[in-house]
């Protein structure tokens, strides 16, 4: 990048090491955090590597939502619309626009809102007292510089749940470094996402912690074969995300209730998602992915189904680029999400 700011890398390097140091303090998983919502990716191909990737470097704007230093050149001018059909009618629609300047970096604005749709009300006694909105979203700008093999990215967001009516407020930042290898199609990423504070609880609760994640991952693809693969190790803050259900006891031979034990294949794997993505060519692509923690955290008492698997392709014609994808939270219901993408003028270079 010619005009590359050492000041503005020293802040990026210096930002991350603080958002890093204040990690532990705030690790928290299944429910012990406030406004979970951060966690859910909005794009299709995010949804496609198994809802989280910090590494996968292409096109689509969304993509900062995994780590804003995968923005680049590809992405300038670029606009990304996306909406995610979920179950019971929740509905989530997203917008993404990167542009690049000549001495601040290259910028991306997002916006994601969430609809739960309309949601009965009762009184104590059971009797109907209509319905409320419970609604939820976010709206940041991300920035980031290149300096030879690495891109530094931070991105600064609002976040805002709504139920009836009450409203809790907090502001969110993530922080990114990729590495790109320089000849190879090599990608190592990492990213802490939804380090922040909640300003505004709900009435009458106490603030709580944002859902934290840092995140390492790393992408290739072989010269000589059409697969791009990934894998991410999530939630690096904290080893323990393995979580029993304490009713879930056994019989052991003689009878005795058994509680369930923790095990440590189990809890590693929790750690890792992996993702493949077959590149038929520029304008075709298919995906697979994988995320073993959804897949035990939403699993049936007798079932897993295809909790935790997502499946996806890429069609880019005349300019426009879409992205579908469908991931299954459980046996119960899967989720849609369509991605559109493109480019509303020429590149500068």
Do not use: C
């Not at 292409?58 to 300038?76: C, K």
């Not at 979203?137 to 009450?166: Q, R």
């Not at 922040?196 to 072989?222: C, N």
């Amino acid at each position: 990048m010619k005009h590359f700011s050492a000041r503005r890398l020293a802040g990026f390097a210096f930002g991350l090491a603080g958002l890093l140091g204040a990690l532990p303090a705030a690790a928290q998983l299944g429910g012990g955090s406030v406004l979970p919502f951060l966690d859910l990716p909005p794009g299709a191909q995010l949804a496609a590597w198994g809802g989280m990737n910090p590494s996968a470097r292409s096109a689509d704007p969304t993509m900062l939502f995994g780590n804003p230093a995968l923005l680049n050149a590809d992405m300038d001018h670029r606009l990304a619309l996306s909406y995610v059909g979920y179950v019971a009618d929740i509905k989530q629609s997203t917008a993404a626009y990167v542009f690049n300047t000549a001495k601040a970096g290259r910028f991306g604005l997002a916006l994601t809102y969430i609809n739960y749709a309309d949601q009965p009300s009762y009184d104590p006694a059971g009797n109907t007292l209509g319905s409320f909105v419970v609604n939820e979203y976010t709206a940041g700008v991300s920035d980031s510089y290149t300096k030879g093999k690495f891109t530094f990215g931070l991105t600064a967001k609002l976040a805002v749940s709504s139920i009836a009516g009450i409203r809790s407020l907090a502001g969110v930042a993530d922080a990114g470094i990729l590495y790109k290898h320089p000849t190879q199609d090599f990608t190592l990423g990492l990213v802490a996402k939804n380090v922040g504070y909640q300003f505004v609880p709900y009435d009458g609760t106490t603030r709580g912690p944002l859902p934290l994640d840092v995140q390492l991952g790393a992408t290739a693809k072989p010269e000589h074969m059409p697969v791009r693969f990934s894998l991410t190790a999530h939630h690096l803050q904290q080893w323990d995300i393995q979580y029993l259900d304490p009713a879930a006891t056994t019989l052991d031979a003689n009878g005795g209730v058994q509680a369930p034990k923790k095990s440590f294949g189990d809890n590693l794997a929790r750690h890792f998602t992996v993702g493949a993505a077959l590149v038929l060519s520029q304008n075709l692509q298919l995906r697979v992915g994988y995320n073993h923690l959804q897949r035990r955290e939403l699993r049936l008492a007798n079932t897993s189904g295809g909790a935790g698997l997502s499946f996806g392709a890429m069609v880019a014609i005349s300019g426009f680029q879409l992205d579908y994808t469908y991931a299954t939270l459980q046996a119960a219901g899967a989720s849609n999400y369509f991605t559109l993408a493109h480019a509303l003028g020429k590149k500068k270079e």
